[in-house]
């Protein structure tokens, strides 16, 4: 039985990209784990958002994890803010960590560009969030994580900050791995099928929102951009669309056909976006209608979450105790 942790942050609507890559991996972890889900709302504060826009995504990602199948009886959820070790350890984890390896992290490069000439409204934490990331994951002696391909590098900085402070400080910290789906770990913009579908880009057309109606949903997979060649094969680098589609497809379906075997049964795009669109609309049904049930039970989800975060502090602090420690901060009489 491992220890499993993951979290996805309320920054904005949730897309089949979080969907295929994590959410829906993370619920048979259930039944073979120990396992502890979070909504990561500090890391939201990274960039800019309304603080009622914040408030009301981080009850929406709760929802979501419950639509999905995640069952507060046999997983801890809870938000992230509600456990303040997180936020301690992470200071003691900054005093490991580098600011180089930090500055090199390809997350932090692209979306400080963003900034362009105004880098002085880039916020100090968009550097420094792999390492509260790394806090949320050793904080529980994790030893799994489950999470799609672009989160490797903030989970390789994990490894890296827990086997230094254990080298240093003596073994406080369990060294994660990542866990990553061999099929639909990077599910790729409809639009611009060469960059990740993304909660921080405003491209609605290129993204799937796991709220999306059938009618959208088949509209954005209509229009998804593909490649003059009307030849359906599985070349990720040559034809980056069709690939996601196929990606797409595949994780949808479950039916163990790789995304290569698949573009065998197609000899147009048409009829692959046909049932590209045919499988995201039945995937995302039975999640819909949990959605609506437990948004109407939104006081009984307020409940939940405080019962998982008293769970998760009393795991946190021990780990943050030991920490404290070994650092050699004098504990108060
Ligand atoms: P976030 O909120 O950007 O994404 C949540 C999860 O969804 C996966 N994901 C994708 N998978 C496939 N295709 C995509 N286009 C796609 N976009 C996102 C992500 O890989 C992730 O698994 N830093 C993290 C959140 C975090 C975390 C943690 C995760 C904070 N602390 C501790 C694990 C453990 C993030 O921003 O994910």
Redo the contacts with the bound molecule.
Sequence with gaps: MARV?????P?GTLHL??Y???LRRWVPYQDSDDTRF?I?DL?ALTLDIEPAALRAQTLDTALAYLAAGLDPARAVLFVQSHVPAHAELTWLLECTASYGELARMTQFKDKAARGGSHQELVRASLLTYPV??AA??LAYRTEK?P?????RQ?IELARTVATRFNARYGDVFVVPDADIAPV?????DLQQPDR????SIPSPAGRIDLTDTPDEIRRKVRRAVTDTAAEVAYDPDRKPGIANLLDILAAALDDGGSPAVLAERYASYGALKADVADAVVALLEPFQARLAAWRADAGEVHKLLAAGAAAARAEAEHTLGRAREAVGLLAPA
């Design positions: 942790f993951s979290g996805i942050q920054s990209g979080n295929l890559g994590a979070c990561v890391h509260l990331m949320d994951i994580v999470v799609g391909d672009d989160q903030h639909a770990a990077r599910i790729m990740k579908m993304s909660k």
